[in-house]
């Protein structure tokens, strides 16, 4: 989130680091739109190992040549590199729940699902330990890019080891035609195709249409502190305090989440069903943008209660997003997971760009503007 914006983004209406970070995420939606129907084709031809085995080795791919280019001096390659983490992240995990949904039947996935998605959460603040420590370290870029394509592909290995448990009789079809291509349909011809599936989509886009709002609001917030304190002090480096503050806030997000998921959310999957993980995170944003509407905005409150959103979202929501697969067929879990859990959730992300820029460019709303549309749209949520 760098607070130099390049005179050509500010030309074309983009004026501070705030909006670069929303319009990224449409760019990201763009780039869903072509690799969902090409990942649905590639699903139609190859059995399910092959389609892990070809979408892990294409990305694995993708690091490797940003690892190459990282130091090429190519003009906004960061924001390049933000674009295609944005979608890598979305379609490399919606995989592994899919083939999750796969082997596991509903009663099984009800009560494993919290647990696996312990490791999941667990996965974040570690993963940003490590990178925080490789940086301190003097690591190279470059060195942590082939680190990171390397772990990324020592989880096929961990693939083949549980499809080999699989085809000993512990998954749960007993046709002999699991490891067959599937149907011919696309991704986004099965989403629409089913009710049940087009209301997952549209709960998506609600979801990440608040949080991406919610986002744009914390670094609102953030970037006039900066510049508050950088006019106050000339030698304030405001990038510096913008990075620390995103890697405080960052780390006590993925810190209650983890906290969220081993002692939460199963107990509310226990007693209360899928109604209490799929509530449990609107009625948390309908608090925190509650407060902010109400004129509650100082940079400390809404940085815990975008806390509290962001951790329910990483942990509670992230369960529930999950066993609403469970009951769908494998084409679903394979094709359409993979559109509603990519495209659909940036879809989301991109109106909200487009809220943002209408916010912004012609009705100049404020952060308390922006709060009380989120307050709406949480009602229709």
Partial sequence: LNTEVPDF??????????????YAAAAQALILMAFVPASSWFASRV????????????????????ALTVGSGVQLMGVLFYVWVGFFSLSIIAQFWSYANDIYTKEAGNRIFPIIAIGMTAGTPVGAWIAEQMFSAGIHVNLMLYLAAGILLTTLAVYTIVNRGTERGTRKEEDSKVEAPMGKRSGFALVFASRYIMLIAGLMILLNLVNTTGEYILSRLVVSHAEAALAADPTFDTNAYIGAFYGNFFFWVNIVAVVFQAFLVSRLVKYLGLAGVLFALPL??????????????????VRWLKTAENSTDYSVMNTARQLLWLPTTREEKYKAKQAVDSFFVRLGDLVSAVVVFVGTTMLALGVRGFALLNVGVVLLW
Wanted: aromatic content about 12%.
């Fill in 9 to 22: 983004l500010q030309r074309l209406g983009i004026r501070g680091p705030a909006e670069v970070k929303s």
């Fill in 284 to 301: 948390t944003s309908f608090a925190a943008y509650g407060i902010i509407a109400v004129g509650v905005t100082s940079l400390g409150l």
């Fill in 47 to 66: 059995d399910r190992m092959k389609l892990i085995y070809g979408v892990t080795l294409f990305f694995a791919a993708n690091i490797l040549l940003f």
